[in-house]
């Protein structure tokens, strides 16, 4: 594991924020490719990436600062570094981004395909990103390619890399539905669904996180699990969306019958 890339006096560059940093402009490089294969405008589409990533980050910061306000005026760098990405700050980025591609007049399904090898290539590096400071531990394995903990002692699943592995291998059938032209919404649906299965399943191999002993839901399942279950009840609802569709574009065409 090596958590630090580079380390120079007080100047320290994580591997993970310059993994992170490298999928999003790989993601948005992407995006100019799959932009071009469902026939949208690939300037537009980088700039919704780019509003998409800033949005992101904006919101995650602007959250941060306002739950711990009086040690931002104390520490505003310090708190500024922190890790700060929640399930709000990605609920308002997801918003945020809807409201942009209304206000661009994308279509949003076509646009969703087009994200979804980007966004599951981001997810592979960021996965790569926890495998190298060791953040995503997983539970104890005695098999080969098993990992030694962070704290020592023990091997553990690699868990990051099982994700990261499948983030890779989505990101190529994402890329193959989107070369055989498939209906709008069917490619993010593909993609949702495969993500879900892949993150449900790979939480066997994680250390559980229950978030409260109060909560009947997370006494279930963790909230990993809830959220891959959720992509996939998303992914279904996208693709019932596209039957109609479907059948709207291979319905024969029905002569008409002129007057004599």
Request: with cysteine; charged share 10%; net charge neutral.
């Amino acid at each position: 594991m090596h958590p630090i890339l580079f380390h120079f006096g007080r100047f320290v560059l994580p591997t993970f924020g310059v993994l992170a940093a490298a999928g999003l402009m790989l993601a948005l490089s992407l995006s100019l490719r799959t932009a071009a294969m469902v026939r949208l405008d690939p300037e537009a589409l980088w700039n919704a990436g780019l509003f998409a990533i800033v949005s992101a980050l904006v919101s995650s910061r602007l959250l941060l600062v306002i739950a711990n306000f009086k040690s931002f005026l104390s520490y505003p760098l310090l708190i500024l570094a922190l890790p700060s990405l929640t399930a709000t700050g990605i609920l308002l980025t997801l918003l945020a981004t809807l409201v942009y591609l209304r206000f661009k007049r994308l279509p949003l399904l076509t646009t969703l395909d087009a994200w979804a090898p980007c966004a599951t290539l981001v997810w592979a590096f960021l996965a790569f990103g926890h495998l190298a400071e060791g953040s995503d531990p997983g539970l104890i394995s005695t098999l080969p390619w098993k990992i030694l903990s962070p704290t020592g002692g023990a091997y553990l699943h690699p868990v990051a890399l099982y994700a990261a592995l499948a983030a890779l291998l989505i990101t190529e059938a994402a890329l193959i539905a989107l070369r055989r032209k498939a209906e709008a919404g069917r490619t993010v649906a593909l993609a949702l669904a495969a993500s879900g299965v892949a993150q449900f399943c790979i939480s066997f191999f994680r250390h559980p996180s229950f978030a409260s002993d109060e909560s009947p839901f997370f006494n279930v399942l963790d909230p990993i699990q809830w959220v891959s279950l959720g992509m996939v009840l998303a992914a279904g609802v996208i693709y019932i969306q596209t039957v109609p569709l479907a059948l709207q574009s291979h319905a024969p065409e029905v002569p008409e019958h002129h007057a004599l």
